[in-house]
């Protein structure tokens, strides 16, 4: 089965670079979330859209945007990145249908020097 | 505010025990909750879901309960088997909301053969 498919799997910029990220949902899935996960931490919430309009914002820092396309696919960007976003970042998809299950993606390991 | 937390950050078993991996949460209108499991660098992966108006559910070898009263969430895992080490996250989802999951700290899972 289809699943979320994520790129690049591994990014290294240096401090002050910019980054983007992006998501493709499980097809027919027209919601998209974003998730931050540091070491040993857990995944925290940054942003979500749904029929390409955001529907929930997170802890997303201000350098940070996001949006959905017209295919339902997703992107996020992250601009002067810091040491402190180096980082998992998880795309997970869900039909909105109010299941509450969200789909993962393999993540995209960011690392900032 | 909306928090999910764990008692325990680690937890080892011996190969054939069952495994009891607890969560607390804080927000009573949260109305679903789910239990992911992460293998290293890897997305969360669905494991059970149970909705607020249920207070057990059983998989295969898996069985969430929920305690509404104390606002508690449990795992089992039955037979724990090597290919179960993990960390676990539970998460929720409020009422009403984007489907957004809030997760907990992890649960670090390791089975001993």
């Known amino acids: 089965a289809a699943g979320v498919i994520q790129s690049p799997r591994h990014l290294i910029k240096e401090k002050r670079e910019t980054a983007t990220l992006k998501c493709y949902p499980i097809p027919r899935h027209d919601t998209v979330y974003w998730y931050q996960q540091g070491p040993g931490q857990d995944p925290q919430f940054l942003i979500s859209f749904y029929e390409k309009m955001q529907s929930d914002k997170g802890s997303i820092p201000d350098r940070f945007s996001a949006q959905q396309f017209s295919d339902y696919h997703s992107e996020l960007n992250m601009s002067s990145l810091e040491l402190g976003d180096s980082a998992l970042y998880f795309c997970?998809?869900?039909?909105?249908?109010?299941?509450?299950?969200?789909?993962f993606g393999e993540g995209s390991r960011l690392t900032v020097l | 505010g909306e928090s999910v937390g764990l008692h325990l950050p680690t937890l080892s078993v011996q190969e054939g025990d069952n495994s009891i991996i607890n969560c607390a949460y804080s927000n009573s209108a949260s109305d679903y909750f789910i239990w992911y499991k992460q293998e290293s660098g890897k997305g969360p992966q669905f494991i059970i879901d149970i909705r607020s108006n249920m207070d057990k559910r059983q998989g295969q070898r898996v069985t969430v309960l929920l305690n509404k009263t104390v606002k508690h969430l449990s795992l089992q895992i039955a037979a724990t088997q090597p290919g179960d080490s993990a960390v676990y996250f539970c998460?929720?989802?409020?009422?009403?909301?984007?489907?957004?999951?809030?997760f907990g700290k992890g649960t670090k899972l390791t089975v001993n053969p």
């Open positions: 998460a929720e989802n409020i009422a009403g909301g984007s489907e957004k999951l809030v």
């Open positions: 997970a998809s869900s039909l909105g249908t109010g299941t509450g299950e969200l789909f």
